[in-house]
């Protein structure tokens, strides 16, 4: 257990690494000459074509009934039911109805598993903190994920809130004192 988890670290900063300064078109185009998929894989898969407006019962499908759902960057939300995630999509997806939501690196150690994705948008509905800014965005972020039977048990997901409420004009830029 704790191989994998140290395996997955080392992952997880090897994909950060290998992805710094790209476009987002270099990034979108990473990851499609894998061969043959996993089925958690292919989990993940199906979770991105929700977020990317796809069937939000498919959520029943692709976690277990004990999940854990976390975002440490937003807020540091944290949710433990397939009706809560289906509400964080429904509320993102009224927010931005052309999200797109891609997987561009997928590695797995047994059980655990790093992703690598991009989620590109127009934010043209409002969020509850904020209206709609008519921008467009693009992040990409990494999820460490926990399966059993295939399916999602723990999703961990990080990435750069500061720099989506950036391009979306919300922030300003940080400045240095």
């Given at each position: 257990?704790?191989?994998?988890?140290?395996?997955?670290?080392?992952?997880?900063?090897?994909?950060?690494?290998?992805?710094?300064?790209?476009?987002?078109?270099?990034?979108?185009?990473?990851?499609?000459?894998?061969?043959?998929?996993?089925?958690?894989?292919?989990?993940?898969?199906?979770?991105?074509?929700?977020?990317?407006?796809?069937?939000?019962?498919?959520?029943?499908?692709?976690?277990?009934?004990?999940?854990?759902?976390?975002?440490?960057?937003?807020?540091?939300?944290?949710?433990?039911?397939?009706?809560?995630?289906?509400?964080?999509?429904?509320?993102?997806?009224?927010?931005?109805?052309?999200?797109?939501?891609?997987?561009?690196?997928?590695?797995?150690?047994?059980?655990?598993?790093?992703?690598e994705w991009v989620w590109?948008?127009?934010?043209?509905?409002?969020?509850?903190?904020?209206?709609?800014?008519?921008?467009?965005?693009?992040?990409?972020?990494?999820?460490?994920?926990?399966?059993?039977?295939?399916?999602?048990?723990?999703?961990?997901?990080?990435?750069?809130?500061?720099?989506?409420?950036?391009?979306?004009?919300?922030?300003?830029?940080?400045?240095?004192?």
């Amino acid at each position: 257990m704790l191989r994998s988890a140290s395996i997955l670290v080392c992952t997880v900063a090897l994909l950060t690494c290998s992805s710094c300064a790209q476009t987002p078109e270099e990034v979108s185009r990473k990851g499609k000459a894998s061969a043959s998929k996993t089925r958690e894989q292919q989990t993940f898969e199906n979770l991105c074509a929700v977020w990317s407006g796809g069937d939000l019962v498919e959520v029943d499908h692709i976690f277990t009934d004990d999940l854990v759902y976390e975002d440490v960057t937003a807020d540091g939300f944290r949710v433990t039911s397939k009706e809560e995630v289906k509400e964080i999509i429904a509320t993102n997806l009224a927010a931005v109805p052309d999200m797109k939501d891609e997987l561009t690196r997928f590695i797995q150690a047994g059980d655990w598993a790093a992703a690598e994705w991009v989620w590109s948008g127009t934010h043209t509905g409002d969020y509850p903190d904020f209206p709609a800014t008519g921008k467009s965005f693009f992040v990409r972020g990494v999820s460490i994920l926990q399966f059993e039977d295939g399916k999602i048990k723990r999703d961990i997901m990080y990435w750069d809130v500061y720099d989506f409420l950036h391009q979306l004009e919300v922030v300003e830029e940080l400045k240095e004192d």
